[in-house]
């Protein structure tokens, strides 16, 4: 089980990588000036390349997570492993909604400003703070 804590660690250092990232490039391409085709098409090959690979990242970090939870049984009936769980499900909404931004902006539908998505680029912080304060503090 050590080895799969260990790779369950790696996965989710590298999805929130990933995370933390793919913002600060919505951010650019939030700031492309009319008529700049090459740049916009650069950051948006970027961005897909980047979400599909965050993705892949998300999946065995999800898979190795609920693997500990059954394997270890820890916290079934804890309040620290429901709002971990919380967290969790709130990182994966997040993760969605930067690929429904990065098909708006695609689709050239972005109405969002460059300092929205300054803001929006602070959410996985506050994501991973959470989380990582909820398995080692184990507040409730």
């Known amino acids: 089980m050590l080895w799969v804590k260990a790779l369950h660690i790696v996965f989710i250092a590298s999805w929130f990588a990933g995370l933390f990232y793919l913002p600060r490039i919505y951010v650019n391409l939030a700031m492309v000036a009319p008529g700049s085709v090459a ?45 971990k769980l919380a967290v969790v499900v709130l990182t994966i909404g997040y993760h969605h909604a930067c690929a429904r931004l990065l098909r708006r902006f695609a689709d050239d539908q972005n109405r969002r400003s460059h300092r929205w998505y300054r803001w929006f680029n602070e959410a996985p912080v506050l994501l991973l703070l959470a989380a990582v304060v909820l398995v080692v503090v184990k507040p409730f």
């Open 39 to 83: 740049e916009r098409d650069r950051l948006l090959l970027m961005a897909r390349k980047l979400l599909r690979f965050t993705t892949l990242l998300a999946v065995p970090a999800v898979g190795l997570g609920v693997w500990l939870w059954l394997g270890y049984g820890i916290g079934r009936g804890s309040g620290w492993m429901h709002a």
